[in-house]
């Protein structure tokens, strides 16, 4: 069975919560998952010195292959001649110096998508074209029956009972061309609170078949949690086997200085599908 761990919105700086913090390496560790995926915003301002505390956070994580992605809070927001000339400098430095990129683990294809837009669009994020042909290309070459996972900070579709943030324009689109690839789940954070369901709950339509599993993080190690989730820490354990996807997402409670788990949601795997460029 292939595990995957999700955390985000880690937001190291003036909101990280450095007990939390604890308690996610203790329970990454306790579950050792196959995959650590970390699905933007390390740093409040993208400063240096967060970024150097986010890198010995990633580092003291055990062992396992990473998945990252920047967020818009990766990139500078106030300093605006480095947004404009090198947004991506301490991000390349200090996490990774690809902004999109493939992982190939026995019976998974894990594609990380930068959604950060630091010209046009901070807040809510773009997923360009050239992007959207890299993705497609990365699973044409997966194997029959791997799992194939989508991985990007932006939200492409909105928590049904929060919609206060807008998704990427366009999102529709990039959403139609992973279904028509064969991804079975998208991984995301950005909202600061978590959503675990599926794209017809928002995208519902006969041309869209069996949709894409979303799986939206909470901000796992902040103060800033949001709607259901204020003031709250949560991340995600994803565990896969030939029939099925269960997403159980987990949440800290003071009172035991620890992340429980709280839900659990199972979809089918469904093998055999009609996938196109």
Not at 81 to 109: F, M, N, Q
Not at 132 to 156: N, P
Request: glycine share 6%.
């Amino acid at each position: 069975m292939l595990t995957l761990m999700q955390i985000s919105d880690l937001h190291f700086g003036p909101h990280y919560l450095p007990k939390v913090g604890e308690a996610t390496l203790r329970a990454a560790h306790d579950l050792r998952p196959g995959v650590l995926v970390v699905s933007g915003d390390f740093t409040q301002r993208a400063k240096p010195v967060e970024y150097q505390a986010a890198r010995r956070f990633l580092d003291d994580l055990p062992a396992a292959p990473q998945v990252v992605t920047p967020g818009n809070h990766d990139v500078p927001l106030y300093r605006v001649w480095e947004r404009l000339t090198e947004p991506y400098k301490h991000y390349r430095h200090y996490i990774s110096e690809e902004l999109d990129s493939v992982l190939r683990v026995e019976g998974a294809c894990v594609v990380s998508l930068n959604s950060a837009a630091p010209y046009h669009a901070i807040t809510n994020g773009r997923i360009r074209n050239h992007q959207l042909d890299y993705c497609a290309e990365q699973f044409q070459r997966a194997g029959d029956g791997e799992l194939r996972v989508v991985v990007a900070h932006h939200h492409f579709a909105p928590a049904p009972d929060y919609e206060q943030t807008d998704v990427m324009p366009r999102a529709k689109r990039a959403m139609d061309r992973f279904e028509s690839v064969g991804v079975d789940l998208i991984m995301g954070g950005h909202l600061h609170r978590a959503y675990i369901g599926n794209s017809l709950d928002i995208y519902p339509g006969s041309r869209r078949q069996r949709g894409v599993i979303i799986c939206q993080s909470g901000t796992t190690t902040s103060r800033r949690g949001r709607a259901r989730e204020r003031e709250k820490n949560s991340f995600n354990l994803v565990e896969v086997s030939d029939r099925s996807i269960t997403i159980t997402h987990w949440m800290y409670f003071s009172d035991t200085d620890g992340f429980e788990p709280i839900s659990t949601h199972r979809f089918p795997r469904w093998p055999n599908r009609n996938l196109s460029a």
